[in-house]
């Protein structure tokens, strides 16, 4: 009689999200925490923040303008291929960056080809392969790509202002490119596979015994095409939530620390400030993640955009340092999660086939919101001499975010194609 090997004690899937959570912290954290590199650069070029902040504004669109593109690349030749064209992007572009002092250079070098690159290194091209490899415990894995980017934030705000005393602008964006490269080409040969096994982690139920709704729900979803499902109500709805996510984590990144700033906090204070949300949101994401799937995944997604909304005011408010972290603490709670909800609720909607190229559309929509907040933060201030109009009207759109994800469909619920 012969006996079937014992299952693996360990599986592999973890590996690659341990490698997408790595690469997602550099990535997202260079993205959104350019707020250190900001004003070195707007001074040491001669820049007006509105140009600068024009020019940031630019890459966040050319960013967001990557994640189809990005996701299309992925269906077609694989994670592997993107990931390391995307690096390659990346060097060019910063190896470009620190050899241009005029504005048409810096945007064609930082803004569109350095946002490029970073785009194909980003969460969405690597929430494919996650979504692949996982089915039972899905949610939890993609929220390890939100707990890459609140490290980032975390880890690179802080990174990039000490790097700042000692270093020139141009010598910190040389180093990261080295350590970007370092680190992802290994992980992209050697880690990072798209073959995962039929069913993933395990389904949650035995493949004979899976109920006809939940199959007659993944045969309805798969029989939309791409134009169609992006005309349905939800990912319509999903879209605008990651506009007004888009727009207050950018805005966040790229002007928070300018506006502490203006707003009597020394240089240092700022950054701590900026970076404790990350910090936080670290161990956060995981309880966040055993959430997303236990709960309802709307309702969760709509408390976070509801406290962070809350968040944006409270920040404004801030008069002194206890303020200022306990704000901090309270938003790292919830800064998590909106994107990797989002995108665990396209793949419950519409399938795992087409969450890719769905979820690079739909990011676009998450970085138009980083742009226009990119472009307002800067605009606003030089012309008001305030930050309330920017800030505020993040805190507006996050509220408005969270009654709209009240109304997302229930997960794996069955939605008529003309009403979804």
């Not at 798969?222 to 499902?229: D, E, I, K, W, Y």
């Amino acid at each position: 009689m012969t006996t079937s090997a014992p299952p693996p004690r360990w599986y592999f899937g973890w590996n690659i999200v341990a490698a997408a959570t790595v690469l997602t912290l550099l990535t997202v954290g260079m993205r959104l925490g350019i707020g250190p590199l900001f004003l070195p650069m707007a001074q040491d070029l001669g820049f007006s923040r509105s140009l600068l902040a024009s020019i940031v504004a630019v890459g966040m669109l050319c960013y967001g303008l990557a994640m189809p593109l990005a996701g299309w690349l992925v269906a077609r030749h694989g994670t592997r291929f993107v990931l390391l064209v995307g690096t390659a992007i990346l060097v060019t572009a910063t190896l470009w960056t620190v050899n241009t002092r005029s504005p048409s250079g810096l945007l064609l070098s930082f803004g569109v080809l350095m946002s490029i690159g970073a785009g194909f290194t980003s969460p969405v091209a690597l929430t494919p392969v996650i979504s692949r490899w996982f089915n039972r415990r899905r949610g939890m894995a993609l929220f390890f790509l939100s707990t890459g980017s609140m490290a980032g934030i975390a880890f690179m705000t802080p990174a990039l202002g000490t790097a700042l005393q000692h270093f020139s602008w141009q010598a910190t964006l040389l180093g990261f490119a080295a350590l970007f490269t370092a680190i992802t080409v290994p992980m992209a040969l050697y880690i990072v596979r798209d073959d995962a096994p039929a069913d993933g982690d395990a389904p949650l139920q035995p493949a004979a015994a899976r109920s006809a709704p939940a199959n007659a729900n993944a045969n309805a979803m798969a029989g939309l095409s791409l134009g169609q499902a992006m005309r349905t109500a939800t990912f319509l709805k999903i879209t605008l939530g990651l506009f007004a996510c888009g727009f207050s984590m950018n805005l966040l990144g790229t002007h928070g620390m300018p506006m502490l700033m203006d707003h009597g906090f020394d240089a240092t204070t700022s950054s701590l400030g900026i970076g404790l949300i990350g910090l936080v949101a670290i161990p956060s994401t995981m309880v966040l993640g055993r959430l997303a799937d236990r709960v309802e995944r709307k309702k969760l997604l709509a408390v976070i955009y509801l406290v962070r909304g809350l968040g944006f005011f409270a920040l404004l408010l801030a008069g002194n340092r206890l303020e200022l972290f306990g704000t901090s603490v309270i938003g790292g709670i919830v800064w998590a999660g909106s994107i990797a909800l989002s995108s665990a609720i396209l793949a419950d909607v519409y399938g795992v086939q087409k969450v890719g190229v769905l979820y690079g559309w739909a990011y676009l929509g998450h970085q138009l919101g980083a742009m226009v907040s990119s472009w307002l933060g800067g605009w606003g201030y030089e012309h008001f001499g305030t930050h309330w109009l920017a800030f505020g009207l993040s805190g507006v759109l996050l509220l408005l975010a969270a009654a709209v994800a009240l109304v997302l469909p229930a997960r794996r619920t069955a939605l008529p194609a003309a009403a979804a």
